[in-house]
C-alpha cells in the first residue's frame, strides 16, 4: 500500500502565497494608475509644447517678413513648421536659410531635415 501523498502547500503557506498575490495585484493597480497619470501629463505637454511652437511660428513669420535675408530666422522658422507637421512650409524656410546661409552653424540641420519635408 502507497503511503498518502504529502501536500505540496500546507495552510500557512497558501495563506502567505495569497497575501502576496494580494500585493502584486495591488502593486500592479497601482502602476496601471501610474501609467495613466504619465500618459495624462505627457498628452498635456505634447499640446503645450504644440502652443509653443505656433507662438514662435508666429513670431518667426514676422521676422522674415520683415527682414527676409535673416538666414537663422527662416532655418527656426523651418523647424517650428517642421514640428507642427506643416512639410512645404518647413521645406521653403530650410531650403532659404540654406540659400542665405550654406555653410551656416545651423546648415547641417537643414540638409538632415530636407528629405523628410519633400
Given at each position: 500500500?502507497?503511503?498518502?501523498?504529502?501536500?505540496?502547500?500546507?495552510?500557512?503557506?497558501?495563506?502567505?502565497?495569497?497575501?502576496?498575490?494580494?500585493?502584486?495585484?495591488?502593486?500592479?493597480?497601482?502602476?496601471?494608475?501610474?501609467?495613466?497619470?504619465?500618459?495624462?501629463?505627457?498628452a498635456?505637454?505634447?499640446?503645450?509644447?504644440?502652443?509653443?511652437?505656433?507662438?514662435?511660428?508666429?513670431?518667426?513669420?514676422?521676422?522674415?517678413?520683415?527682414?527676409?535675408?535673416?538666414?537663422?530666422?527662416?532655418?527656426?522658422?523651418?523647424?517650428?513648421?517642421?514640428?507642427?507637421?506643416?512639410?512645404?512650409?518647413?521645406?521653403?524656410?530650410?531650403?532659404?536659410y540654406?540659400?542665405?546661409?550654406?555653410?551656416?552653424?545651423?546648415?547641417?540641420?537643414?540638409?538632415?531635415?530636407?528629405?523628410?519635408?519633400?
Amino acid at each position: 500500500m502507497r503511503a498518502a501523498a504529502k501536500p505540496l502547500l500546507d495552510g500557512d503557506s497558501i495563506a502567505v502565497a495569497d497575501g502576496k498575490i494580494a500585493a502584486i495585484k495591488q502593486q500592479l493597480d497601482e502602476a496601471k494608475a501610474l501609467r495613466a497619470e504619465a500618459e495624462q501629463l505627457r498628452a498635456e505637454y505634447a499640446a503645450k509644447i504644440a502652443g509653443a511652437e505656433k507662438d514662435a511660428e508666429a513670431m518667426l513669420l514676422k521676422a522674415v517678413e520683415a527682414k527676409p535675408d535673416f538666414a537663422l530666422a527662416h532655418f527656426w522658422l523651418g523647424m517650428a513648421s517642421f514640428n507642427l507637421n506643416k512639410k512645404a512650409a518647413a521645406k521653403e524656410h530650410l531650403e532659404k536659410y540654406l540659400e542665405l546661409e550654406p555653410e551656416g552653424s545651423e546648415a547641417a540641420t537643414a540638409k538632415e531635415l530636407l528629405p523628410l519635408v519633400k
